[in-house]
């Protein structure tokens, strides 16, 4: 099967994965823009362009954009600064944090209390009163909008967990007598550009393990690593480079002991994979190449 057929067949078998409270959120994000001044926007570092929802474009119109770019802890920063400076290039403000240090977190509040300035500078014009800035933060599942939020207000406010679909409702959170955020849930597109695509999201834990098979993303993860992380995966897994797929997963299941009655236990490779990618334990890596936009 070539490319073009694959993708076929991607786009007719993937029907049932978009969430119905993915559409209520869009609907309720639409009854509330009239309210909000800038927007928020939350993308995964190791996947600058897959994590980033070109739905919210349409939703938001011409507001004052900020990309936040999450886990820069984990990704490789010489590939994700290519893609910080495309954003940039095409009008936005981007800021890369580094959540678990809480590294660059202040500089977005500072970003909005000078957006916050000149909008209520405007207001005070129009003889209106000058009111906290509003902030909509939206971004796909599992990006790290709850945890920014939280590093924001400076205490939890939100849940957080390691998986897409922990918020739930809109919620305003007040950060400070300037500033207010509206958070969001996670929310996706009905039909994903391609199958890459939907490989990165289903790598990074953006979307549900469930939509697609794990052995395909598992493999798809190795063959990644291969291309431009080898000595990342070789060193992890003790093992070399081989065009067999099996052979490569016969190898990581040895070193990993997963082994039952003489026989790989694949299911375990698979899960042991896509955690050590979640977790960092496969170095830091950016999945999104900025020649191949």
Known sequence: ???????????????NWYPGHMAR???????????????????DARIPYSSKNKDIDVLVGNKPRIIVMTKVDL???????????????????VIMVDLINDKNVNE????????????????????MKARRLRVLVVGIPNVGKSTLINRLVGKKVTNVGNKPGVT????????????????????????????NIALNLASMTAI????????????????TLFKYYSTNI???????YDEDIVSVLDGIGKRIGAIRNNETDYDRVYNTILKDLR?????????DRYEDR
């Open 108 to 127: 977005i509040i500072d970003v909005c209390n000078i957006l916050g300035k000149d909008i209520n500078n405007k207001r005070i014009e129009k003889g």
């Open 1 to 15: 099967m070539n490319n073009q057929d694959n993708e076929k067949v991607f786009q007719k078998s993937n029907i």
């Open 25 to 43: 959120t869009k609907r309720e994000i639409k009854e509330k823009i009239d309210l909000i001044d800038v927007i928020l926007e939350v993308v």
């Open 279 to 287: 977790d960092g334990y496969l170095g830091k890596v950016t999945f």
């Open 234 to 240: 070789c060193s992890r897994y003790n093992i070399t």
């Open 75 to 93: 990704c490789d920063m010489d590939e994700s600064l290519k893609w910080k400076l495309y954003y940039e290039n095409n009008n936005y403000k």
């Open 168 to 195: 739930k409702n809109l919620e305003w959170i007040r950060v400070n007598e300037n500033l207010e955020l509206l958070d969001t849930p996670g929310i996706l597109w009905p039909k994903l550009d391609g199958k």
């Open 208 to 223: 549900k393990e469930e939509v697609l098979n794990i052995d395909e993303v598992a493999i798809y993860i190795v063959n």
